[in-house]
Nanobody
Framework: QVQLVESEGGLVQTGGSLRLSCAASGGTLNIYDVGWFRQAPGKEREVVAFINRSGENIFTRDSVEGRFTTSRDNAGNMVFLQMNNLKPEDTAVYYC??????????????WGKGSLVTVSS
């Protein structure tokens, strides 16, 4: 059973940067595709970005394109979400998830508990 733990988020000023990590235990992360999701207060969860098991960034939502990037360290069993030029609308709980991605279909079996990122204006 793979367990995922996101690094601690925090309070960041508009225009600031933050890198979240997602560490896996109980199994190897490199056999999974990984998704980053977020849920803002009062809103539904949304996809932020996907990275496949080969380390290719295969999807980034439009609102974060050019500001957020994903990467992974398979040897270290970790995946990262680098967030730059943060905006107040990026405030949300961020989750990483491990599973599979095939075209427009995906399924994630393992989820972290989430990490709160707050961007002040």
């Amino acid at each position: 059973q793979v367990q995922l733990v996101e690094s601690e988020g925090g309070l960041v000023q508009t225009g600031g940067s933050l890198r979240l990590s997602c560490a896996a235990s109980g199994g190897t992360l490199n056999i999974y595709d990984v998704g980053w999701f977020r849920q803002a207060p009062g809103k539904e969860r949304e996809v932020v970005a996907f990275i496949n098991r080969s380390g290719e960034n295969i999807f980034t939502r439009d609102s974060v394109e050019g500001r957020f990037t994903t990467s992974r360290d398979n040897a270290g069993n970790m995946v990262f979400l680098q967030m730059n030029n943060l905006k107040p609308e990026d405030t949300a709980v961020y989750y990483c998830a491990a599973g599979w991605i095939r075209g427009y279909n995906y399924g994630f079996d393992y989820w972290g508990k989430g990490s709160l990122v707050t961007v002040s204006s």
